[in-house]
């Protein structure tokens, strides 16, 4: 796993970090590079935004950041 990843997954929300390093620690390297790139690319949002997606109270209009942010809510359901 790639430590820089891992400490971008450490927001300032509690809440996030569980959801981003639990995802990122179970279900990265599985992940295929362009929702890799996906993931990479939205751990640059602000920490608001990136909770409205997470709860799922708002959907990304970029169609890669969206499916990533899928992956993430399905993965806290499963």
Not at 34 to 55: G, I, R, S, T, W
């Amino acid at each position: 796993m790639d430590s820089r990843l891992y400490w971008q997954c450490r927001r300032g929300m509690r809440e996030l970090d569980f959801v981003l390093q639990d995802f990122l620690e179970a279900h990265y390297e599985a992940l295929p590079e362009a929702d890799k790139h996906a993931f990479q690319e939205l751990l640059n949002y602000p920490d608001p935004l990136l909770l409205e997606y997470v709860m799922g109270r708002m959907q990304p209009s970029d169609r890669a950041i969206a499916d990533v942010v899928s992956k993430i809510r399905n993965a806290i359901t499963n």
